[in-house]
């Protein structure tokens, strides 16, 4: 037993789980906590400008170590900035503890300056949220939200109040028995049997892989070719499913391509892989599915699932293929594969551009990101149109990693998640995509970018609107409003920060711009001004949608826009 301060206890705790840094915004309140950080050798506090900017940072560092990361925010408005961020953390179900400082113990319940219930602001986005109200407390709470974060995958987070992390008492060192220990999950060998019947029954199967395939992509393979069967990733699965996978057919969903489409919806029998893919209208009605999911509670939550497996992907694979019989025919599949090299160079035919215009086509941005970057670089990107092209023309090859607020939905992560991934690995090349919405949202980070050197690489879609939500719009049938941006040349704003800042709307110059960004040592900001008429369509337009398109060019040609309208058709309903 040593005696310590409540702050040594936390700080002892998580330097116990090997966290290295604590992103946060300093406060009062978190004195007790950063003035232990200042003494500590292997651990730093990474001042951000925002503190959601440090729950999306701690966030990617947890989804690429998938060890515990954490951030801090002050009592008050300084933790409710957390939140948004730390909603992500959670539906991305990666371990992030964060501490919510409290206003002094004794004011709690009379209003005080700054007050707030972070106990109960912050129970929607963890697994565990409690307050330390006594030294006593200490060890137990902080060691069960650190436990909490890691094993059930998530926010964990601890109210304390400032007055408290001063206060003392006899301590053990900090325990962790959970930390790193693994058990797998394993379906009953009788469900296993019934899955299989199941698939056996099925003339045209299909394959719907997500992140849950992360480490099982030899066994997705394998029953792929068991099953002769395509198959289709959801976006966070993308980064483990897509690369070196010959059955690979795309994605599906609200910004997937045909193929992917088409593979699920003239299927008659599904095999979902460790995905929580969320849009039930883009699964066919009458295939019969199994689904295998490590969280019993997911199975059956998006599709109606015949037979369900609680079991990791990579062992429940083994376990059902010797029970899956050969299968000759190959129809499905080879559909689906020459639908997806259709929809390849498709995509391929959209990313380009003539020297000399004016404006960069989105796609041709992207398209040249993948082909000029790292082979291990680290990919981030914005909600928004950014998402989209990331999802099609960023080619994944299993050294790559991509991430978004995919689960949450959350405008300008990409920025924050560039600066925790650029933390975690040094070496990497790290390369955020940002729209100019999502950009300027969180702009304050680029000072942080600044502040501690990071050479990230931010390239903005510049495309003076709200796009996504412009497409949004105009598929329900009314005229865009509220979604012009009013921009500066990001470029010009990032060289008055101090960093490289380029601009860029020639096609001509793109390749040249592009590779020159990436190879300048420190961060680089470019301003890739692309088009804003930009639509990307989904893989099949619903009736809904195509009466919304309709309705949207009716009232553009009545307001007198239907130069816009022959601009967008030109460019895009060429398929
Ligand atoms: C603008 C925008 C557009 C989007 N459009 C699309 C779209 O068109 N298509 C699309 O797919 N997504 C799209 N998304 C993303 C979408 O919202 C979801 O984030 C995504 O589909 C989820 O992917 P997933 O199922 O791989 O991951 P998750 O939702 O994280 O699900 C993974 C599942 O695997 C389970 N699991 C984890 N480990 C294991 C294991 N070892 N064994 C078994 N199970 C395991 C988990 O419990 C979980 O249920 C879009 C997002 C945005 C922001
Ligand atoms: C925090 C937040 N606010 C609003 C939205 C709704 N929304 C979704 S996409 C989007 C537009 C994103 O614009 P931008 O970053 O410029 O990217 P673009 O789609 O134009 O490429 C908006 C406003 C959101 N998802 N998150």
């Known amino acids: 037993m040593t005696n310590k301060t409540v702050s040594e206890i936390i700080i002892d705790t998580l330097q116990a789980a090997s966290v290295r840094r604590v992103y946060g915004v300093v406060g009062d309140s978190l004195n007790g906590l950063t003035d232990v950080i200042r003494t500590r050798e292997g651990m730093e506090f990474i001042a951000v400008r925002h503190e959601e900017a440090g729950a999306f940072a701690a966030g990617a560092e947890a989804h690429l170590t998938g060890e515990l990361a954490v951030c801090f925010g002050s009592c008050g408005p300084g933790n409710t900035h957390l939140i948004n961020g730390l909603y992500d953390c959670h539906r991305s179900r990666v371990p992030v503890l964060a501490v919510a400082a409290q206003i002094p113990s004794d004011e709690i319940g009379t209003g005080y300056f700054q007050e707030t219930h972070p106990e109960r602001l912050f129970q929607e986005c963890s697994h565990y949220c409690e307050l330390i109200s006594t030294p006593n407390q200490a060890v137990r709470i902080i060691e069960a939200a650190v436990q909490h974060a890691l094993t059930e995958g998530g926010v964990a987070v601890i109210v304390v109040p400032g007055d408290v992390t001063h206060l003392s008492i006899d301590a053990p060192e900090p325990r962790l028995p959970a930390r790193g220990r693994t058990a797998t999950l394993r379906p009953a060998e009788t469900d296993v049997r019934q899955a299989a019947d199941v698939l056996n029954a099925c003339g045209n199967v299909a394959i719907l892989a997500g992140a849950g395939c992360a480490h099982a992509h030899a066994e997705l393979v394998q029953i792929a070719e068991a099953l002769q069967a395509p198959v289709v990733h959801a976006l966070r699965g993308k980064e483990f499913v897509e690369p070196n996978n010959p059955y690979d057919v795309g994605l599906s969903g609200l910004i997937g391509m045909p193929a992917g489409y088409h593979a699920l919806m003239d299927a008659d029998g599904i095999l979902m892989l460790g995905t929580d893919f969320p849009y039930k209208q883009f699964l066919p009605d009458d295939a019969r599915i199994v689904q295998v999911d490590v969280r019993a509670r997911h199975l059956g939550r998006r599709a109606r699932v015949e037979v369900g497996l609680p079991g990791d992907v990579a062992d429940t694979v083994r376990q059902l293929l010797p029970h899956l019989r050969p299968r000759p025919d190959r129809a499905h599949l080879d559909a689906a594969l020459k639908r997806h090299r259709a929809d390849q160079e498709h995509l391929r035919e959209l ?31 914005d909600v928004g149109t950014p998402t989209i092209w990331a999802a099609r023309y ?18 300008a992560s990409a920025l924050s998640q560039a600066i925790g991934a650029q933390l975690a690995h040094p070496e990497r090349q790290v390369v955020a995509l940002c729209g100019d919405g999502g950009f300027a949202m969180l702009l304050s980070e680029l000072l942080t970018v600044r502040q501690h050197r990071l050479p990230v690489k931010v390239v903005v879609f510049n495309n003076s609107a709200y796009g996504f939500v412009e497409l949004e719009m105009k598929a329900a049938g009314t005229l865009e409003y509220g979604t012009e941006l009013d921009n500066p040349d990001f470029g010009a704003l990032a060289q008055a920060a101090g960093l490289a800042g380029l601009r860029v709307h020639d096609p001509g110059q793109l390749a040249d711009v592009l590779a020159q960004a990436l190879a300048t040592p420190g961060p680089v900001v470019v301003d890739a001004v692309v088009r804003r008429q930009e639509l990307s369509m989904p893989p099949t337009i619903e009736g809904k949608q195509a009466l919304g398109f309709g309705l949207y060019a009716i009232k553009a040609l009545m307001n007198g826009r239907g130069s816009e309208l022959v601009e967008l058709a030109k460019t895009n309903l060429g398929r």
Do not use: W, Y
Not at 403 to 411: A, C, D, K, Q, Y
């Open 351 to 381: 990313a380009d551009g003539e020297a000399g215009a004016a404006k960069l086509h989105p796609q041709h941005v992207a398209r040249l990101l993948s082909e000029l970057a790292a082979e291990d670089a680290i990919f981030t990107c």
């Open 394 to 411: 960023l080619a994944m090859n299993g050294r790559r990693r991509l991430i978004g607020s995919f689960n949450h939905g959350s405008m």
